[in-house]
């Protein structure tokens, strides 16, 4: 089904308003601030890596403030527990029966900060929720609502009290980010405006849950010419039988990067995908999802400098298709 023209047509604005709120909040990281509403609109997950201070929380804050909608936050510590994620049944002696008290996942907008602070055992409460958009407990099954997103923030799995993420659930994230550190322009600026009042505080939504989701249904219908479809699958296949990589990109990535390219078109103001857009969005979406051989870590890169070297000379080799 295609996305309504008028629908189309009304989207650049639409997304021109939320990254103009965004960017009151964050300086100097356009990019990011794109990348954070693309993952939105194509029903996937974010997560963001770097070191502390430079604004990752702030940013998934300011999306979920501009979108509007249900949002919760999660401040992963080692004594979280799986249950102050998913929620837990409690005996009510009024009734005589176990009733249901929502955990902080129910939301359409659910920010985990620091994830990687938190016991592995907490960290996989949030694997059936990301990919089923559900919770079991106790035998029974709650629904989600509709938008759902997590963001997550992290620090480099180096430094001291985290524990690193296992590939099972760094798959389920859509698109992985890092802020990096602002240039002077905006680090000036945001040094003058900040000695008064937090910039968060004046963010207001732009469009709200039932116009995300209009948005993500209308991105499902944005055309993937044959062409494109042949060009992204040889990407994701260069991955699986690169000799740098011990783990290629999963056939959950090749979903993702699709639904990915999507949305960006739906961004553009576009109802077709781009070979540009697949190129584009293949570092954010995949290079968390592939390992590097030992050999290829010997450089001193670092993991995720190394992988996003790889994918780079993947799409480095393979001809983009021009008809």
């Known amino acids: 089904m295609a996305p309504d023209p008028q629908l189309v047509s009304d989207l650049p604005q639409t997304a021109s308003n939320v990254l103009a709120a965004i960017t009151t909040v964050i300086d100097g990281k356009p990019e990011a601030a794109a990348m954070a509403l693309t993952v939105m609109i194509a029903e996937g997950h974010l997560l963001i890596e770097d070191v502390p201070g430079v604004g990752k929380t702030m940013l998934a804050k300011a999306l979920a403030r501009s979108t509007g909608g249900s949002v919760s936050r999660i401040q992963f510590t080692p004594d979280l527990l799986p249950s102050d994620v998913t929620g837990v049944s409690v005996y009510d002696q009024g009734s005589r029966q176990f009733e249901f008290k929502p955990g902080a996942v129910f939301a359409n907008l659910v920010i985990g900060d620091e994830i990687n602070r938190a016991s592995p055992k907490t960290q996989s409460a949030l694997l059936e929720s990301m990919e089923e958009r559900q919770v079991s407990v106790d035998g029974r099954t709650w629904a989600l609502p509709t938008p759902f997103m997590v963001i997550a923030t992290q620090n480099p799995i180096e430094m001291d009290g985290t524990y690193a ?159």
């Not at 056939?251 to 390219?261: F, G, H, M, N, V």
């Not at 553009?268 to 590097?292: C, E, M, N, S, T």
């Not at 670092?302 to 001809?319: K, N, W, Y």
């Open 165 to 323: 993420l296992p590939e099972a659930q760094r798959d389920r994230f859509m698109a992985t980010i890092s802020m990096g550190y602002p240039d002077e322009r905006a680090e000036l600026a945001m040094l003058r405006s900040r000695e008064q009042s937090s910039p968060i505080d004046s963010v207001q939504p732009v469009v709200d849950a039932e116009g995300i989701k209009a948005l993500i249904q209308a991105a499902r219908g944005v055309f993937l010419s044959s062409a494109v479809e042949r060009y992204l699958l040889a990407i994701i296949r260069a991955t699986r039988s690169h000799p740098s990589l011990r783990l290629g990109a999963s056939p959950r990535s090749t979903l993702q990067l699709a639904r990915a390219a999507r949305a960006r078109a739906l961004i553009d103001g576009r109802d077709f995908v781009l070979p540009d857009d697949v190129a584009a969005l293949a570092v954010p979406v995949l290079a968390h999802r592939i390992l590097p051989t030992r050999e290829s870590l010997g450089r001193g890169l670092g993991e995720s400098q190394t992988s996003a070297e790889i994918i780079t000379g993947v799409l480095d080799s393979i001809p983009v298709p021009r008809d």
